[in-house]
């Protein structure tokens, strides 16, 4: 057999890019995130019929297939101009608590971890959940698998299948529970409370008792004062698959609550000649460019921003640990990137916590799952919160349902804008004048983008698995210097 | 190897994408030619440690999915096993878990996990356009990758 070998960087064709311009002085000047152009969506789905449209959607994304699934569902609800029955949609938040135990479980022990186990100047070979297990047993690895396997189940058992389901119909869903299968679920929930609760506890043990860990969390490096977007239910509780869309100020003054349709009055998005991306703002403050503060239309929408953007939690252990994020990191709203992934853990923790509530509903086992529809089609828009931030998909059909034109905003596109700021500002202040740049250095910088845990393009099945990034350094003269790819 | 060698077929890729869904139709042409209870066909669009969910439990994988290399020809099919692109892989992906870390880690879990994996590789030439169907060169490789699947198997009892 021929041997093949691959230069890492041919896979890197078509994905993330951040670019970091030095000037003469060896300063950052300027640095810029990229990514792919996808090409032709619009035009994809027009004359698609809407319906489609939650199992088409699903499968742009390889990570997280489910919040497309929903958000697109969701969609048909207000499309179609029906309202799902209760049990119907308690089904689909069961089912949308259990992804959202796996992501963030993922994430966590994935993407996160690695870099505070292990430290951020250990070696790459080191840096991954392999060291991760090495250094603190098999034991939380088994965990993470079995907390991931045990929650697909539940997304099989009412998906039908463990990939791209078909759960979400307008107007409710194709399957309930039976007896049986709640029990299961009640217990799966159980199991992921007491893992969410561990998750918490490493963090304490490993980020917030070592010092070191905790300055830099709240380091400038890594902060930035923008305004902060999630949903909330009615009493301002974070809520991941309905409710209102609510945005709070750098102060943590509640700044727009709306309905999902309402998103265009809102939200509107700039355009920068070197990206193909659009850098969604808030449309009533405006655009002023890459920076933060009260005056400047950018906004987050992650984890940390969910929690900012709302009152608290639902859930009363997820109350207890959103308490003490606050009250460790010095009261609302934080502004600290990197703690996004305790917020995360929070989340983690709440999503766990639904999942029993749901699981013991007396409504959970009815076999009332479906309105159907018999309104005439004609706009609709859906939005969930996705484990990244908020998903918003838009549709206008004809009345046969056909789709005319069909707009979504991402989670990573939500947070284009603050991906660059958070890049730039690690990278000022890392990289000084006649500092060697380590790759614990570059690493660092890395650090200031995995919070938001970019999905790029949302093209991400390939064998690598997570969709790489590469950033390049570049001189004053536009000669690469240096390179990481990740 | 005895008869009951537990094999998966995964066809791996985003069939929305162009040549990306090229793997995804090999599978779904390799469903209609196999019929033998201890091979399993599958297409899927996931990654990392949803793909290592997936392995659990055969005795033999093999992947089907596009690739892009810097020169390759597109419609070219490259057959690899792990070994051949492990340390580009490691080095490739410090923070996402790469296939051959997703295995590592697997395997040191005591998941059983197939003992022989083998990938073909699918030159891809678009994989950023949406559209359900490949570029011309990288269909045509459809059929000879089907045969060439189809001939890995006949090296299993």
Known sequence: MKKISIDPITRLEGHGKIEIFLNDAGEVENSYFQVPELRGFEKFSEGRLAEDMPQITQRICGVCPEAHHMASTKTLDALFHVDPPSPAKKLRELFYSAFYVTDHTTHFYILAGPDFVMGPDAPVAERNILGVIAKVGLELGGAVINTRMKNHHIIHMLGGRAVHPVFGLPGGVSKGLNEDERKEAEQIAKDSIEFAKLSLKVFDDIVLKNKAYVDMIVSDAFTHRTYYMGLVDEKNKVNFYDGKVRVVDPDGKEFAKYEPREYLNHVAEHVEPWSYMKFPYLKNIGWKGFVDGKDSGVFRATPLSRLNASDGMATPLAQEAYEKFYSTLGGKPVHHTLATHWARLVELLYAAERLLELSQDPEITSPNIRTIPTAKPDEGVGIVEAPRGTLTHHYITDENGIIKKANLIVATVNNAAAVNMSVKKAAMALIKPGKEITEGLLNRIEMAWRPYDLCLACATHNLPGKAPMEVVIYNSKGEIIQTLKS | ?157
């Not at chain 2, 040191?108 to 359900?132: C, M, N, R, Y």
């Open chain 2, 1 to 157: 190897m005895d008869e009951k060698t537990k094999t998966l077929i995964l066809g791996l890729g985003n069939s929305l994408l162009c040549d990306d869904g090229v793997g995804i139709y090999v599978a779904a042409e390799l469903k209609t030619r196999i019929n033998r209870p201890e091979i399993t066909v599958m297409e899927t669009g996931v990654a990392g440690l949803s793909l290592l969910d997936l392995l659990v439990d055969y005795d033999k994988v093999i992947i089907i999915d596009a690739i892009k290399t810097a020169e390759g020809k597109a419609g070219q099919i490259y057959r690899l096993d792990p070994k051949s692109f492990d340390t580009a892989l490691h080095t490739a992906s410090a923070h996402g878990i790469d296939f051959p870390t997703a295995l590592e880690f697997g395997r040191k879990l005591g998941l059983h996990l197939p003992q022989q994996i083998v990938i073909f590789a699918i030159e891809a030439s678009d994989i950023s356009t949406f559209s359900e169907e490949c570029t011309p060169g990288v269909r045509k490789a459809i059929p000879v990758c089907v045969k060439m699947v189809l001939q890995e198997l006949k090296g299993l009892k």
